[in-house]
């Protein structure tokens, strides 16, 4: 993470920490230029009217203007994708924060298959991207990756699960299933690659898109399993007794990229 971030405008040298709870957006960019900023906002204000009753606003053009500056003064590559973490507080301070770096700058299917780990866990706002959910992620994926619960030392990713039954998230994500012809993501307060990779399935025509809550017991019964998020499309190589197949990710990997 960088030295210097930005508050509310201002480039700080030392970060002042803003106390929780806040909203959060994972941002990425292509070089220095910041993705899809737009839609980013719009969801943060949403969000924070759903969950608290509060209007939000952030300036899009100015957080892309913002992200700029941030890049090119702590000398990040220009040929590099990063990931930039734009964090909106109840006070109506708002901060960026570099988290992630990547030089392989494709949006896409991720080379990464992980195997995932059903957790049981009480799921404060589940899928919203609030902190304490990214906290509750961070704390499970710790546990998926212990020796006690993966000791072959494979990647490992928790799948949270409420007291219904169901499916709520996937590493933090929108939960994505294929199930024969169907292509099912599982409802979410909002989130912008979700609705983004519905959107593409929507045009393929590839697979009946639907929007339903997907359950426990169908986790064995998939052919396949992902999420996406600002790194790109990750496929779930396994969960529990069940092995997928990554056919359909790979359709949309080269969708994505036509």
Do not use: W
Not at 51 to 58: I, R, S
Request: aromatic letters at 8%; a negative charge.
């Amino acid at each position: 993470m960088a030295d210097t971030i930005y508050i509310n405008g201002r480039a700080n040298e030392r970060y002042r920490h803003f106390g929780k709870p806040y909203l959060r957006q994972r941002i990425r960019t292509e070089g220095f230029r910041a993705q899809h900023v737009e839609e980013h906002t719009r969801l943060l204000a949403y969000v924070a009217d759903e969950l608290y009753g509060e209007c939000v606003h952030v300036d899009a053009r100015q957080i892309v203007q913002e992200i700029d500056h941030l890049l090119r003064s702590e000398h990040y590559s220009p040929t590099a994708c990063h990931i930039i973490e734009l964090r909106v507080y109840s006070a109506g301070h708002y901060s960026l924060h570099v988290v992630e770096t990547s030089y392989y700058g494709r949006f896409g299917l991720r080379a990464i298959r992980p195997i995932a780990h059903v957790t049981e866990e009480p799921i404060p706002f589940a899928g919203a991207p609030t902190s304490a959910f990214a906290e509750l992620v961070e704390h499970l994926r710790r546990i998926v990756n212990s020796p006690r619960h993966n000791g072959e030392g494979r990647s490992a990713i928790p799948v949270t699960i409420d007291y219904k039954g169901q499916v709520k998230s996937i590493d933090g994500c929108t939960p994505i299933a294929i199930k024969g012809r169907q292509i099912i993501f599982a409802p979410t307060l909002g989130d912008v690659y979700t609705e983004q990779l519905l959107a593409l399935c929507q045009r393929l025509r590839s697979g009946e898109v639907i929007v339903r809550e997907l359950l426990r017991e169908e986790l064995d019964e998939l052919d396949e399993l992902m999420y996406v998020d600002s790194r790109g499309i990750t496929s779930v190589a396994e969960c529990g007794r069940a092995v997928y197949a990554d056919i359909i990710a790979n359709v949309l990997d080269r969708a994505i990229e036509q």
